[in-house]
């Protein structure tokens, strides 16, 4: 098992302990922080009583429910076939924060094989002022197409052992879950959304969240809501986040930030994501990047860069230079069949008096040339699917082009009324969606459901030997 891959800490790894005894004080802390995660009064006085049980660890010693990891998320890693990497929440900080892994089997006398990662802090200021202790790892080393069992903890408090599978390292068909925002009412009623997605696809190798993956990127509690949200799912399914406009925000008082196009620092804690962006915009890492899974290589772009004005100051220019050209060297050099791109900021807006000139002006020629085969994005709160188009057209189902999506995930809605509505070949409006990518070999095959399983649209794209797609307007699921 090699090292996990590096991945730059807000501090240094703490040197304070976990009680596994703790004061009354400490109690009252750790419960408070428990009822803290959730509205309803009764589950807070429920959680309360549970922070006071004590459960077994691994050593058969005592440890509080309170100092068990939290918020436990899967995220892609660079390279799917040999790894996948985690995050947690700590009630407080960790002396030996850590992962295990270990090949699944079907008896539970496993742990013989396991394989212990030592895991990095990143800690940030919540909106209360309190320290909030994340941690991430990556599990290297492992078998491609192989089911493996892990967990996370220091040593004593462990997480439950959650399963996962690592891609194949070459092509081979499976699935993966496609999310327009989620932002509001995230633990209410997202939560219906990715559950049911789930149902559909249980099988599949990662989730992309197309941005304004909360409403306020630097509200915690929010973020909380997301966890609760997409629950044991994110333990079991990487995800493959991209940022949207309400992901970088800062509280209001807040001083600006160097970058305020980025993502807010609550972002990065919950997710550890491949660091292959732009190598001259450092600070884009995790929001700029990309993965390859069994023939079909995931761009994931941070929009917010490209807004439709002219950068204003020279790192920003920096940013946006540097994305614009990583983002053709890894078009250019894809060995993969597939391609898709995820963005936040739609290429072809589908709600009423929105229009992203600038980014379309960027963008599309690059797709255009290298034959991007699908686009997904949010922002809109609508949902709009083009025909096949090159050059702001539609084109022959056999001719070079690229196929956008926008869909949404959560209960905010927007009217459907778009300037390219003559594009589109599918629609719909106030319908919380999820959406089903399955690619075996030579065919892409998507289907876009409502949260009651209906089917709103459904496509394919066929290959040909020489890599050109045939376009499927009328395959339904």
């Known amino acids: 098992m090699n090292p996990p891959e590096s991945k730059s800490a807000s501090s240094a790894q703490p040197s304070a302990t976990v009680e596994t005894n703790p004061s009354r004080r400490g109690f009252l802390a750790s419960s408070a922080l428990l009822g803290a995660l959730f509205f309803s009064p009764a589950r807070a006085v429920a959680a309360v009583a549970e922070a006071a049980a004590p459960v077994a660890s691994a050593t058969g010693e005592k440890t509080v429910a309170a100092a068990l990891p939290q918020r436990v998320t899967l995220s892609c890693a660079a390279d799917m076939a040999h790894a996948v990497s985690a995050t947690w929440r700590s009630a407080g900080p960790l002396t030996s924060a850590q992962g295990q892994i270990a090949p699944l089997t079907a ?47 220091d040593g004593q408090a462990w997480s439950e052992w959650n399963t996962v599978q690592t891609a194949l390292d070459k092509p081979k068909p499976f ?94 804690a919950h997710f550890h994501l491949p660091a292959n962006g732009p190598k001259n915009a450092q600070i884009l890492n995790g929001e700029a990047y990309y993965v390859d899974c069994q023939g079909v290589r995931v761009i994931s772009l941070n929009s917010n860069v490209f807004d439709d ?38 290429i072809y807006s589908t709600s009423k008096g929105r229009d992203n000139a600038g980014l379309r002006s960027l963008l599309r020629p690059l797709y255009d040339k290298y034959k991007v085969d699908l686009v997904l994005q949010g922002h809109d709160h609508s949902y709009g699917r083009t025909h096949k188009l090159a050059g ?61 399983g209906q089917l709103v649209d459904a496509f394919q794209l066929k290959k040909d030997a020489s890599g050109a797609s045939t376009y499927l307007p009328s395959a339904k699921a």
């Open 392 to 452: 702001d057209q539609i084109v022959d189902p056999a001719a070079p082009g690229t196929i956008y999506v926008v869909s949404v995930c959560g209960p905010k809605m927007y009217p459907f009324k778009p300037k390219f509505e003559s594009l589109m070949a599918a629609t719909a409006s106030d319908k919380q969606l999820f959406q089903v990518i399955d690619v075996n070999g030579d065919t892409l095959s998507y289907t876009s459901r409502s949260i009651d």
């Open 175 to 268: 699935s993966f879950l496609y999310f327009g925002d989620v932002q509001t009412d995230i633990r209410a009623q997202c939560s219906r959304a990715v559950r049911t997605a789930f149902r559909h696809a249980p099988d599949a190798r990662f989730m992309v969240c197309a941005g304004d993956l909360v409403n306020r990127g630097h509200d915690d509690s929010l973020w909380g809501e997301f966890s609760d949200a997409f629950s044991f799912i994110a333990a079991t399914v990487p995800c493959l986040p991209t940022p949207g406009n309400h992901d970088t925000k800062r509280p209001e008082n807040a001083p600006e930030p160097e970058a305020p196009y980025t993502a807010a620092p609550a972002y990065h």
């Open 309 to 346: 004005d002219a950068p204003t100051d020279a790192a920003h220019k920096q940013a946006w230079d540097a994305q614009l050209a990583w983002l053709e060297e890894v078009l250019a050099n894809n060995p993969n069949r597939w391609t898709v791109v995820t963005h936040h900021h739609p």
């Open 107 to 153: 008896g539970p006398k496993f742990e013989a094989a396991v394989q212990s990662v030592p895991a990095e802090a990143f800690t940030f200021e919540t909106d209360s002022g309190e320290t909030a202790y994340q941690y991430n790892l990556t599990f290297n080393g492992l078998n491609p197409d192989a089911q493996y069992c892990f967990r996370v903890g």
